[in-house]
């Protein structure tokens, strides 16, 4: 499997979710693949990856679909995430309501601002120096990195010194997975650039 495949995993939970919440009952993978934007042969092979099967006449039932769904990607128990960086993109992490909805906690969030530290707020805001205590004592796995780029090296050196095994990049230096650690890179400035590019050039 590869992080494509999971990632169109996601996609389908929330296309099944809204359908779901429309009041269908069953789906088949054509009309599944059309309104996640990809082919039905490509659901078909996502879901085989994962022992997912369908039947050819009726289709999926959608809630067994989702339920499966939740149990492959983690979504029946509550992942404890950390923040790293408590500017204004850290804040507004710490603050989306749609990790809760998809059963992840912000845990705390870490900086090595003195005026940002905040130990008693709902999500507490801790020093940098002790993110690897909390990560031990609290069993964190997962990581957000929202800090200058400046900082982006030490503070991945930290994490994984720390045991952390996932992290979520929103810098834009690049790093990559290695046997100790899964990195998503998000470039939201690469993404709008590449936004601004194609809508200049598509005809008016």
């Known amino acids: 499997m590869n ?23 069953r789906i088949f993978s054509d009309t599944l693949g059309e309104e996640a934007g990809v082919t039905a042969a490509q659901v078909r092979k996502d879901f085989s990856i994962f022992g997912i099967s369908g039947n050819k006449r009726g289709g999926y039932i959608i809630a067994d679909l989702i339920a499966r769904l939740d149990d ?15 500017g204004n993109l850290g804040k507004a992490l710490m603050h ?10 912000i845990s705390a969030v870490f900086d090595i601002d003195p005026t940002k530290i905040s ?26 990195i929202a800090v200058p780029d400046v900082a982006a090296q030490r503070v991945f050196d930290i994490l994984q010194r720390a045991g952390i095994r996932g992290i979520l990049n929103f810098t834009t230096m690049t790093f990559k997975d290695n046997e ?19 809508t200049a050039e598509k005809p008016a």
């Open 119 to 144: 130990r008693k707020a709902d999500v507490p805001v801790l020093p940098l120096e002790e993110v690897g205590e909390f990560i031990a004592a609290h069993g964190i796995d997962i990581a957000i």
């Open 180 to 198: 100790d650690v899964v990195v998503n890179n998000v470039y939201l400035q690469f993404e709008l650039e590449n936004l601004i590019y194609f």
């Open 96 to 105: 989306y309501p749609g990790f809760r909805r998809d059963s992840i906690e």
């Open 72 to 86: 492959i990607l983690k979504k029946r128990t509550v992942t404890r995430v950390i923040i790293v960086g408590a």
């Open 3 to 25: 992080k494509k495949s999971v990632s169109r995993l996601s996609h389908y939970r929330k296309v099944l979710l809204r359908l779901n919440e429309l009041g269908f009952d």
